[in-house]
């Protein structure tokens, strides 16, 4: 079977959640069927084609960019038995592939552009743009993939036109053999972070959607012994930025040991922050599912996350870690802060429950999440959809 994977993001260049899957599961695709990679970039090696936007766009609305993008993988996917898309980067290119060849679209929903309105922000009318790409992919789609139980009711809520028989689960997976503990400390050194102090870990993008400014907030005043981490980058817009650079100079100066890396660190340093946390924190206002949940209970580390989307479908809770409900409004903001710092302090202050949260998130995230088992059940998906075609 030749199928044409397409994605924004893919190594080296990976930086959030959606990246991380497409990397995965390519390498285990490769080994059950025929398979070309098309993402954003520059040069081509063996079984990867990059496409960078047209350069007399440059300087033009992100969408427009994106478009342009789209365009060149669809030309590039004749000969293809079967395209499969990731995000709405990538959504437009895998439905003119299905249009121009005559071949099925598969669609792995990682988040829905109707339920990230803050993207406004970031993308002006751009957004309209980007809403449009993807629901024209998706009610078009030969099968849609989603990534969590709640996040299919999301997509058929979204998109009601969509036959419900055509959505299917899959959930997001880990690597456990590479996602391991790893009890060295040279990453700590480098950074700066004191090995023997307990620390707060944040590993994410700086958007509305992951929930910084909250977090910022919610650890003024948590036991002043613990350190607070943030491996935070990429921001979605200067004033996200801003805001992240105001709310993080306040709380250094109310308390220390507050580190922030604003750089996309190697795995491996992420492993060992991950490892030595006394406790990982998922602040998101919105999340499909979140990789980086698995990636920490995967090290062995226990999880303080919001009950939102499909995060419930990953920390268990009271039993890898603690769930927060997320309220709505200004005065739900403040409850959700205050509920972030209390099941952050209850986990610092237990670190007997603690360790034994942190095992059993390992235990659930090798059980539960192969990526192996997640490879063949989407490539059971691309027969089902071909035959049906």
């Known amino acids: 079977m030749r199928v044409g994977l397409l994605t924004r993001e893919y190594p080296p260049d990976v930086y959030g959640g959606a990246g991380v899957h497409v990397e995965f599961l390519a390498r285990e695709l490769r080994e059950l069927v025929d398979l070309d990679v098309h993402c954003w970039g520059e040069g081509r090696t063996e079984g990867v084609r990059r496409h960078r936007s047209w350069s007399a766009l440059d300087?033009?609305?992100?969408?427009?960019?994106?478009?342009?993008?789209?365009?060149?993988?669809?030309?590039?996917?004749?000969?293809?038995?079967?395209?499969?898309?990731?995000?709405?980067?990538?959504?437009?290119?895998?439905?003119?592939?299905?249009?121009?060849?005559?071949?099925?679209?598969?669609v792995t929903a990682h988040s829905l552009e109707p339920l990230r309105p803050w993207k406004a922000e970031q993308l002006g009318g751009g957004y309209r743009l980007s809403g449009w790409a993807e629901r024209t992919a998706v009610e078009a789609a030969d099968a849609v993939i989603a990534v969590s139980g709640a996040m299919r009711e999301d997509i058929l809520a979204c998109y009601p036109q969509l036959d419900a028989d055509r959505v299917?689960?899959?959930?997001?997976?880990?690597?456990?053999?590479?996602?391991?503990?790893?009890?060295?400390?040279?990453?700590?050194?480098?950074?700066?972070?004191?090995?023997?102090?307990?620390?707060?870990?944040?590993?994410?993008?700086?958007?509305?959607?992951?929930?910084?400014?909250?977090?910022?907030?919610?650890?003024?005043?948590?036991?002043?012994?613990?350190?607070?981490?943030?491996?935070?980058?990429?921001?979605?817009?200067?004033?996200?930025?801003?805001?992240?650079?105001?709310?993080?100079?306040?709380?250094?100066?109310?308390?220390?040991?507050?580190?922030?890396?604003?750089?996309?660190?190697?795995?491996?340093?992420?492993?060992?922050?991950?490892?030595?946390?006394?406790?990982?924190?998922?602040?998101?206002?919105?999340?499909?599912?979140?990789?980086?949940?698995?990636?920490?209970?995967?090290?062995?580390?226990?999880?303080?996350?919001?009950?939102?989307?499909?995060?419930?479908?990953?920390?268990?809770?009271?039993?890898?870690?603690?769930?927060?409900?997320?309220?709505?409004?200004?005065e739900g903001a403040g409850a959700f802060e205050a509920g972030l710092a209390r099941a952050l302090d209850t986990v610092l202050g237990d670190p007997g429950g603690a360790r034994r949260m942190g095992e059993a998130g390992r235990v659930r995230a090798v059980e539960e999440f192969g990526w192996d088992a997640v490879a063949r059940r989407t490539v059971r998906l691309y027969e089902d959809t071909l035959k049906q075609a």
């Open 59 to 106: 300087g033009a609305n992100d969408a427009l960019r994106t478009f342009s993008v789209d365009l060149a993988m669809a030309a590039a996917l004749e000969g293809r038995e079967l395209v499969h898309s990731h995000t709405w980067y990538a959504n437009l290119a895998g439905h003119l592939a299905k249009e121009l060849y005559g071949v099925p679209h598969v």
């Open 168 to 330: 299917h689960v899959v959930h997001n997976g880990i690597d456990t053999a590479l996602y391991r503990p790893d009890h060295r400390t040279d990453a700590l050194n480098r950074i700066g972070v004191d090995p023997a102090r307990p620390y707060v870990l944040f590993v994410g993008r700086i958007t509305r959607q992951k929930g910084v400014p909250h977090l910022l907030r919610a650890v003024r005043d948590i036991d002043p012994a613990a350190q607070v981490v943030l491996c935070a980058g990429a921001p979605d817009t200067p004033e996200i930025d801003r805001e992240f650079r105001e709310l993080f100079a306040e709380l250094s100066r109310a308390r220390d040991g507050v580190h922030w890396i604003p750089r996309m660190l190697p795995r491996p340093e992420v492993i060992q922050l991950l490892t030595h946390a006394a406790v990982f924190v998922c602040p998101s206002v919105y999340e499909p599912l979140g990789i980086v949940n698995l990636e920490a209970m995967a090290c062995g580390t226990p999880v303080v996350a919001s009950r939102v989307g499909g995060i419930p479908e990953v920390v268990e809770d009271g039993a890898t870690g603690l769930l927060v409900p997320l309220e709505e409004g200004p």
